[in-house]
C-alpha cells in the first residue's frame, strides 16, 4: 500500500504558516493536535478560512470533513474575517439580570446588524459572549480586548459611535 | 526537591518578609484587572519608591480578594492593622502610601468588618488575596506542595484514597459525586497500562467564575491536588481542560506548571521517587457542551464535542481508551488540604451528607457581588442577606437562581433551609458549580426560563433527538408565553415536552434543560398564568413595545 507521507506545503509564503507548523510539529502532527492547531491559526490570522482547513487537515491527516466539522462545532473558531473593531456583549445570567439586552438591542439599531455579525463595511464586528466571568461587574463588554464594566446602553453606544466616526480606511 | 529544601524556601520567605512592616496587596485577579488594578499596583510601587520605603513596604499583585463589585480593591497589612481600600485608581496611590502610618484615607477605606469578610470560611480560598499567584515560592511557604510530599514519601495510593474518602468531598462541579468513591475506581481499574487524570476547568455555566478566580489567584493548589490525584489512581499524565475565555488564568497555569517543573515538583521523579506526573493544558473552544465529562474528553482527543452513553464510565474507559479520574477545579483544590490536615478534620466541616466548604459567586441583584466560601449547611438567606448584603436599591428579593442551565430558581419560602446537594435536590435546583444569581421583583420568571431554554437550545450539540428538537420547541413555547399569546394547550404541551426532554436526552445538557423551566413553573406558575390568561407581565418585562425585539444570536 501506498501512503502518500510528503508533507503539504503551506498556503503561501506568509509567516506565520511557521508558527502554525510549529504548533503541528510540537504534537508530532498528531491528529489529536487539530484543535490546538485551529487555534493557531486563529491567533495568527484572526479567522480559519477553506484554505487553512485544509492546510491543517492534510499536514495531520485528519479527513477534511472532520476539520471543518471541528471548525464549525466550536463557537469560538470563525470562519469570517472580523472587522477592524470587535465588541463582545456579555449575554451570561447576570449580565441579562441587570440589563445586557437593552444594550444589545441599542446596538443592534447603532450597527444594523444582530449579535454574531459584522457591518457591511466591516468595521465592527458584534459579538455576544456566553459569559466572560466578570459577574461582578455586570453587565460586562469587551472593546476591542478591553473589558468594560458596569456598562449601560449610552456608553456602550458612544464607544461604538467612536470607532463609526473615526474616517479612516479600512485596509 | 527535598523536603529540606522546601523547607529552606519557606524560611527564605519568611525570613524575606520580616523586613516588611507594611504590605500592600492589590487584587490582581480578571475582575479587578479589568478596571486597570495592574495600574494601580504599578503606581503603588513607583510611590512606594519614591518614598524610600521600599525596604519596608512590599507591594504585590495577588488572588481574588472577593468582593468584585468594589475592584479595584487593594488591602494593605501594618502588622495586625488591616485596611481595605475600594474602588482604587492609580492616582490614589500616593494619599495610600502617605497615610501608611496614619489613619485610613478617607472616602476610599472600606469596612473590613462586614459580614461579607467576616463569614466566610476558607479552605480553597486561603491562600487568595494573599499570595502572589505567579511566584511558587510563596505557596510553598503557604505549607504548599506539603501535602504531595506527605503524600508520596509516607503514604501508599490506597491511604490517600482512604483519607478522601474520608473527607466526605464530594465532586464540586455539581453533581457531588462522592470523590473518593471516583478515585478509588479509577485505581482499580486497568490492568497497569496508562491512566489519566483530566481537570475540568471548562467553567461554561453563565454567572459562575469561581473556577476562574481559583486558577488565576491559587494556581498551584490545583496542580498540587492533581499531583496526588495521579499519585493514589496510578496516572503519570493529567490535562486541564480550560477555556478559552479565560486567558489570565490560562497564562498563570502556564507560568505555574512552568514553575513547577522547574522545581521538580512536576515531571519525572517528584521528590526522588519513581512516581512522575506531567500536566498539560488543553484549551476549550467555546462549546458549553464540553463541560460534560465524555464531550470534554472527545475534545481532548481533538475531536467535535459530542458526548456518548454512559457506561462505561470515564473511570473506566474514559481518554483513548483508558481509565480517566476527571475531577473540578474546586475539588482538585480542596485535596491537598485534606491531605496535610486529614478526612476528619475536613469531615468535621458542613452537613452529614455534604461535608467541607463550597465557593459561590454572588451575582445579579446584589449589594456584594464576589466570591466567597462558605461551610457548608449555611443558609440561602445568611448568604443572600447577612454575606451578600441584601437586595440593592430598595427591591423585594425574588428568586436565587443556582446551578446554571441545568439549576432551577429557589423562591423566598426556602431561603432558611440548610445549603447541601441534597436539600437544593429536593426544592428542584441543584448545587452545580457554584454560580448564585438574585433576581429581584424586576425578572420576569418566564422570561428567565426562556434565557435558559434559549441558551441550550444554542448549545444543544446535535447528537441526540430529545435536546436537538425538544429545546427548540420549548424554546418557541416559552416564546408565547412572553408574547402573551399561550393557550391551555401550550401550558401542558410544556409540560409534557419538559418530562420527555428529560427523561430521553442522551447527556446531562438535555437532561437538565428543563430544570430552569420546571423550577419557574412550580414556584411562580400564577406568572406563567397571567401571561396566559391576562396578556401582563408583572415585572414588566415581557409584551412591552421594545421587549423581545432583539435576536440574541451565539456566533
Known sequence: MSVNLKKPTAPSSDNRWKLVDATMRRHGYDPRALIETLHTVQECFGYLDNQALRFVAESLRVPLSRAYGVATFYHFFTMRPPGQHTCVICLGTACYIKGAKAIVEKLSSLLGVNPGETTPDKKVSFLGARCLGACGLAPAAVFDNVVSGKLNAADAVNKVQKWLDNTEVVA | ?555
Open chain 2, 1 to 555: 526537591m527535598t523536603p529540606e529544601e522546601l523547607q529552606a524556601i519557606t524560611a527564605k520567605e519568611q525570613e524575606a518578609d520580616k523586613q516588611f512592616t507594611h504590605h500592600i496587596n492589590v487584587c490582581v485577579a480578571a475582575s479587578c484587572v479589568s478596571s486597570q488594578s495592574d495600574q494601580v499596583r504599578d503606581s503603588l510601587a513607583k510611590r512606594v519608591k519614591e518614598a524610600g520605603l521600599e525596604k519596608t513596604c512590599c507591594v504585590k499583585g495577588v488572588g481574588c480578594l472577593g468582593l468584585c463589585k468594589a475592584g479595584p480593591l487593594v488591602s494593605v497589612e501594618s502588622g495586625s492593622k488591616k485596611t481595605m481600600y475600594q474602588e482604587v485608581k492609580p492616582e490614589n496611590a500616593a494619599a495610600i502610601v502617605d497615610n501608611l502610618d496614619k489613619a485610613p484615607v478617607p472616602g476610599l477605606a472600606l469596612d473590613n468588618s462586614i459580614p461579607f469578610f467576616t463569614s466566610q470560611k476558607k479552605i480553597v480560598l486561603e491562600n487568595s488575596g494573599k499570595i502572589d499567584p505567579e511566584r511558587i515560592e510563596e505557596y510553598i511557604a503557604c505549607d504548599g506542595y506539603k501535602g504531595l510530599h506527605q503524600a508520596i514519601a509516607s503514604m501508599s495510593p490506597a491511604e490517600v484514597i482512604e483519607q478522601v474518602t474520608k473527607s466526605g468531598l464530594r465532586g464540586r462541579g455539581g453533581a457531588g459525586f462522592p470523590t473518593g468513591l471516583k478515585w478509588s475506581t479509577v485505581s482499580k481499574a486497568g490492568n497497569g497500562g496508562e491512566k489519566y487524570v483530566v481537570c475540568n476547568a471548562d467553567e461554561g455555566d453563565p454567572g459562575a467564575f469561581m473556577d476562574r478566580s481559583v486558577l488565576e489567584s491559587d494556581p498551584h493548589r490545583v496542580l498540587e491536588g492533581m499531583a496526588i490525584a495521579g499519585y493514589a489512581v496510578g496516572a503519570s499524565r493529567a490535562y486541564i481542560y480550560i477555556r478559552a475565555e479565560y486567558p489570565l488564568a490560562i497564562q498563570r497555569l502556564k507560568v505555574a506548571i512552568k514553575q513547577a517543573e522547574r522545581m521538580e515538583l512536576l515531571g519525572a521523579n517528584i521528590f526522588g521517587t519513581t512516581f512522575s506526573f506531567h500536566i498539560e493544558l488543553r484549551i476549550g473552544a467555546g462549546a458549553f457542551v464540553c463541560g460534560e465529562e465524555t464531550a470534554l474528553m472527545a475534545s481532548i482527543e481533538g475531536k467535535r464535542g459530542s458526548p456518548r452513553p454512559r457506561p462505561p464510565f470515564p473511570a473506566e474507559s474514559g481518554l483513548w481508551g483508558r481509565p480517566t479520574l476527571l475531577n473540578n477545579v474546586e475539588t482538585f483544590a480542596n485535596i491537598a488540604p485534606i491531605i496535610r490536615n486529614g478526612g476528619d478534620w475536613y469531615a468535621s466541616i458542613g452537613t452529614e451528607k455534604s461535608k467541607g466548604t463550597k465557593v459561590f459567586a454572588l451575582a445579579g441583584k446584589i449589594n456584594n457581588t464576589g466570591l466567597i466560601e462558605v461551610p457548608m449547611g449555611i443558609t440561602l438567606r445568611e448568604i443572600i442577606f447577612t454575606i451578600g448584603g441584601g437586595i440593592p436599591d430598595g427591591k423585594k428579593f425574588k428568586a436565587v437562581q443556582t446551578g446554571g442551565p441545568s439549576g432551577g430558581c429557589i423562591p423566598e419560602e426556602h431561603l432558611d433551609m440548610p445549603l447541601d446537594y441534597d436539600s437544593l435536590m429536593k426544592v428542584g435546583s441543584i448545587m452545580g458549580s457554584g454560580g448564585m444569581i438574585v433576581m429581584d421583583e424586576t425578572s420576569c420568571m418566564v422570561d428567565v426560563a426562556k434565557f435558559f431554554m434559549e441558551f441550550c437550545m444554542t448549545e444543544s450539540c446535535g447528537k441526540c433527538i430529545p435536546c436537538r428538537v425538544g429545546t427548540v420547541q420549548l424554546h418557541g413555547l416559552l416564546q408565547k408565553f412572553t408574547e402573551g399569546t399561550a393557550t391551555d394547550a401550550d401550558m401542558d404541551m410544556l409540560l409534557e415536552l419538559c418530562d420527555m426532554v428529560r427523561s430521553t436526552s442522551l447527556c446531562g445538557l438535555g437532561q437538565t434543560a428543563p430544570n430552569p423551566t420546571l423550577s419557574t413553573l412550580r414556584y411562580f406558575k400564577e406568572e406563567y398564568l397571567k401571561h396566559m390568561r391576562e396578556k401582563t407581565c408583572s415585572a414588566g418585562v415581557c409584551m412591552t413595545d421594545a421587549g423581545d425585539g432583539a435576536k440574541t444570536k451565539e456566533v
